[in-house]
């Protein structure tokens, strides 16, 4: 037996359709014999649970106006939210064959068998529906959207940006910052080739959309580093952190990397004013935990255990810094004795951080282990944030700043 009430729309708007086509077409009336038949033919199918027979027998029997038109619409929404895709397929389809709608009521339908096709992963039907359009005076925000998620699933962006440019010429919020987002892929593509020229240029793009965008700076990082400008890979990967700090657990590694190939005895110095920085300035836990392995490496066992005890001050204490903790802690010569116990404690600390989401989207709430720069839940660029360490006030800040610029 059928269980969900939006089913029951279906012979409401069948009927109102129904009503409809008696009050416009009068002279009909002889019709309406085969008309009244399908209609109890479609009620009966649903009370016997052949859905998709009712589903057609309604379909096909309404006439449309303005009160049957939206609850097809609404109808076809439920069942597309519910996963049943094919249903809502067929019952936008029925309704933008309909040649009695007006243009703005075709292009809904046209928009919502878009949205359709996208869920169901049908890309090109979709594509070719927004196309078509997003030239019309009706829903064209909409199926530059919808486009825009087409481009973005297929990885086209340089169609993204020009659907984006169009979406931003209509107003749309945080375009700038998406367009950005498609030039640093680019950008990135560009360096896979070897291309640091494109890169370079793609990474000025994006800039001027979104000044001191810290993706487009760990873009230039990595072509510094490419041309052995370490010095500069350097700065402008301090400058990313400084501006997103919770991209640390991203570009804090990096910075460690780059450090150890500077010339010269101040390498380590550097690294340290940098990470001291880090963890000082802006409370950023893995810069903390980098800083207490440095310690420990130049032999300044007090600093190192001052920072450990800073780590173990922290709620939730991180992962990480336990980890950390005991690896050091199990090679002191106090210790030795208790090998066995503290093998344990590391592999079952090494076991948690490998089960843990590091990252998380501010926007959705999405957690996963990689960082990626587009979330893949809500699709907002630029939202995911490393989970592991503390937000202070001055990160908060930050975070402020970036919401600021995000919305610009
Ligand atoms: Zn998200």
């Known amino acids: 037996m059928i269980n969900d009430w939006f089913w029951l729309l279906l012979p409401v708007a069948a009927a109102s359709g129904w009503w409809v086509a008696r009050r416009l077409h009068p002279e009909d009336q002889g019709d309406q014999e085969p008309s009244l038949h399908r209609y109890l033919e479609g009620v009966r199918y649903l009370l016997d649970d052949r859905t998709d027979d009712a589903l057609q027998a309604f379909i096909e029997m309404v006439e449309v106006d303005h009160e049957t038109f939206e609850t097809h619409v609404i109808l076809g929404r439920l069942f597309r939210r519910?996963?049943?895709?094919?249903?809502?397929?067929?019952?936008?389809?029925?309704?933008?064959?309909?040649?009695?709608?007006?243009?703005?009521?075709?292009?809904?339908?046209?928009n919502e068998l878009g949205q359709d096709f996208?869920?169901?992963?049908?890309?090109?039907?979709?594509?070719?529906?927004?196309?078509?359009?997003?030239?019309?005076?009706?829903?064209?925000?909409?199926?530059?959207?919808?486009?825009?998620?087409?481009?973005?699933?297929?990885?086209?962006?340089?169609?993204?940006?020009?659907?984006?440019?169009?979406l931003k010429s209509h107003n749309v919020p945080n375009e700038?910052?998406?367009?950005?987002?498609?030039?640093?892929?680019?950008?990135?593509?560009?360096?896979?080739?070897?291309?640091?020229?494109?890169?370079?240029?793609?990474?000025?793009?994006?800039?001027?959309?979104?000044?001191?965008?810290?993706?487009?700076?760990?873009?230039?990082?990595?072509?510094?580093?490419?041309?052995?400008?370490?010095?500069?890979?350097?700065a402008y990967g301090r400058e990313a952190v400084a501006r997103t700090p919770p991209l640390a657990p991203l570009v804090v590694?990096?910075?460690?990397?780059?450090?150890?190939?500077?010339?010269?005895?101040?390498?380590?110095?550097?690294?340290?004013?940098?990470?001291?920085?880090?963890?000082?300035?802006?409370?950023?836990?893995?810069?903390?935990?980098?800083?207490?392995?440095?310690?420990?490496?130049?032999?300044?066992?007090?600093a190192a255990l001052s920072e450990l005890g800073m780590i173990l001050s922290q709620r939730p204490v991180p992962t990480s810094g336990l980890l950390e903790a005991v690896r050091w802690m199990k090679i002191l010569p106090a210790v030795q004795e208790y090998s066995v116990e503290f093998a344990a404690f590391e592999k079952a600390l090494s076991d948690q951080l490998g089960s843990q989401h590091l990252y998380?989207?501010?926007?959705?709430?999405?957690?996963?282990?990689?960082?990626?720069?587009?979330?893949?839940?809500?699709?907002?660029?630029?939202?995911?944030?490393?989970?592991?360490f503390e937000l202070d006030a001055s990160t908060e800040e930050a975070e402020d700043a970036l919401v600021r610029e995000g919305t610009r």
């Open 253 to 302: 590694p990096r910075l460690e990397r780059l450090h150890q190939a500077l010339p010269g005895e101040n390498r380590l110095g550097q690294l340290e004013q940098t990470l001291e920085d880090l963890a000082n300035s802006r409370g950023i836990t893995v810069a903390r935990i980098a800083l207490m392995r440095l310690y420990r490496r130049t032999g300044r066992l007090d």
């Open 176 to 234: 700038h910052l998406r367009i950005a987002h498609y030039h640093c892929e680019l950008a990135t593509i560009a360096l896979e080739h070897g291309d640091r020229t494109t890169a370079s240029e793609r990474s000025v793009h994006a800039e001027e959309l979104v000044p001191g965008l810290s993706r487009a700076l760990l873009i230039k990082s990595e072509i510094a580093e490419r041309e052995d400008r370490i010095a500069d890979a350097i």
């Open 82 to 110: 519910r996963g049943e895709v094919d249903r809502a397929i067929r019952i936008h389809q029925n309704l933008v064959a309909r040649p009695s709608l007006k243009d703005e009521q075709r292009a809904q339908a046209l």
């Open 118 to 166: 996208l869920l169901a992963g049908v890309l090109d039907r979709a594509e070719a529906v927004f196309r078509e359009l997003a030239d019309s005076p009706h829903q064209a925000v909409p199926a530059l959207k919808g486009l825009q998620h087409v481009y973005e699933t297929q990885r086209e962006w340089e169609r993204a940006i020009e659907v984006g440019t169009r």
């Open 360 to 388: 998380q989207c501010m926007n959705c709430g999405y957690q996963g282990r990689a960082h990626v720069w587009q979330c893949p839940s809500c699709r907002r660029w630029d939202t995911l944030r490393g989970l592991d």
